[in-house]
């Protein structure tokens, strides 16, 4: 009888343990004694208190004995390591401090998120309504790293909308997944969550108001809203994600500016402005507007002879100077193509820094040293490069440097100005195909359009809002021989290892008996 209880008593303790360990884990595992933390001590507990009151004698004698001693010493160690875990865990816990060791840094938030989240003036509340259908780990890290960012004024709660169907419906969720952003009474949902998105969201709620930009059509430009190589949609769908707003504006068939115009774009006309075109978009800029002009070579364009009241209106009082040659650049392999070697020093690009940009056919731009209005020089070419003035000698493939009228390099393939009374902008480029569907991925090309959108559009701190690049990794399948070796290892060679091991520690043990 003795036996058999002694025999149960060991049975109960081994619960009692095991209950005690399960309690620890999951506790770490949820960073607080939650309930079925709580569970499991009170199954240890009663499971101890079982095991001493089926056999008092053996733990009596248990404690009494040596294996007392070795027993404390064993129980000390282990009561050491749980304290050590408990403190690291409570550490941990109250300290949310995390490395992010991939090599595309996935897991941390923009230069540009960050200071937004550590300029709000506002508490933001966001409301995450995800189902147990939908996956939430990725959303729940996502919040979690807006929260610590924004020190107290951004908080976040999820609902699953299968059991708050009230909440859902009065926050006009339509699709599972969703996040809204409360600021007081208003509100914006993301039905993709991202941190692009997420920001977005955020910079419309805290500014509400429109950004419209107007595409001027009618010259022979290339289309905004196709997705043929020498169209912008690649740029348009990347803009709107910051909420700006791509419409077309005609002005040769409206002969007005619409109100609510922010930005105007001039992107590659094959036919130059009007006087009346030029006089509308002066007006636009004095009156605090901003202007992208991205003007190419006249050699590639149908200006022939024709006068261009937009150059002339830019050199004149922009102190932009369209100069009429094509850039040769020596340090490319197909020689029209403009590489970018280095940047001066704006907004626009300081975040550029390690990326280069390429221009596939450019004219190179200049301004005077004179004049009261100094625009700044945002990309340079190398000092291979010369802008060839010399149409005919590019027909023939025979151009070289002229240094009698050809630009010496390096020269400036886009410059950007401010007028700090009126508050207008603009930034005018050499070439309007680096930002076009063909050439918008290449290298530093997309970050320095929407960049300069953004500067124009006095969104600063909306530039850098893109999309963080994925790294891509293929898993390369071993050869058959490689395949062979490792199935032969695993199944032969580790096996046979640890027999061997076992004979030899087994003979030694013998001789030493």
Partial sequence: MKTNKTKYSQIVLIIAAIAAVASLVLTIIYSGFTLASQICLGVGVVALVVSILLDPEDMRAFFSGRQAKYGTNMLLSILAVLAILVVVNLIGYHNDIRWDLTADKTNSLSPETLNVLKSLDQPITAQ????????????????????????????????????????????????????????????????????????????????????????????????????????????????????????????????????????????????????????????????????????????????????????????????????????????????????????????????????????????????KTDSSITPTALAYTSANAWGETDMEALLNNSATYDTGSDLAGPLALALAVEDSSSGSRIVAFGDSEFANNAMYQYYGNADLFLNSVDWVAKQDQLINLTAKSTTKRTLVTPNQAVQNAILFGSVAVIPLAIVIAGVVVGIQRRKEI
Avoid at 139 to 151: I, W
Avoid at 237 to 248: D, H, P, S, V, W
Avoid at 269 to 297: H, R, W, Y
Avoid at 329 to 355: C, F, K, P, W
């Fill in 128 to 367: 995450a309504y995800f189902t147990t259908l939908t996956y939430k780990e990725n959303a729940e890290t996502l919040l979690r790293n807006y929260s610590n960012a924004a020190r107290g004024k951004f908080s976040y709660e999820f609902i699953d909308p299968n059991e708050n169907p009230l909440a859902a419906n009065e926050a006009g969720i339509t699709r599972d997944g969703s996040i809204v952003l409360k600021a007081g009474d208003a509100q914006e949902i993301i039905t993709t969550v991202n941190e692009q998105q997420l920001t977005s969201a955020l910079l419309r709620l805290l500014s509400p108001e429109e950004k419209v930009i107007y595409v001027l059509t009618g010259h022979g430009e290339p289309t905004f809203d196709a997705y043929e190589a020498a169209s912008y949609a690649f740029a348009v769908r990347e803009l709107t994600t910051k909420n700006y707003t791509i419409n077309e504006l005609n002005l040769l068939a409206t002969n007005t500016i619409p109100e609510d115009a922010k930005v105007i774009i001039i992107a590659g006309p094959q036919k130059p402005l009007s006087e009346d075109e030029v006089t509308l978009l002066k007006a636009f800029v004095e009156n605090g507007g901003g202007l992208i002009v991205m003007l190419e070579p006249t050699a590639l364009t149908q200006f022939g002879d024709s006068p261009d009241p937009l150059a002339t209106w830019l050199a004149d009082e922009w102190n932009i100077q369209y100069e009429d040659d094509l850039i040769i650049d020596l340090t490319s392999q197909t020689g029209t193509l403009a590489v970018v070697e280095r940047y001066g020093n704006h907004a626009i690009t300081t975040s550029l820094t390690g990326m280069t940009a390429v221009f596939p056919t450019s004219r190179s731009l200049t301004t």
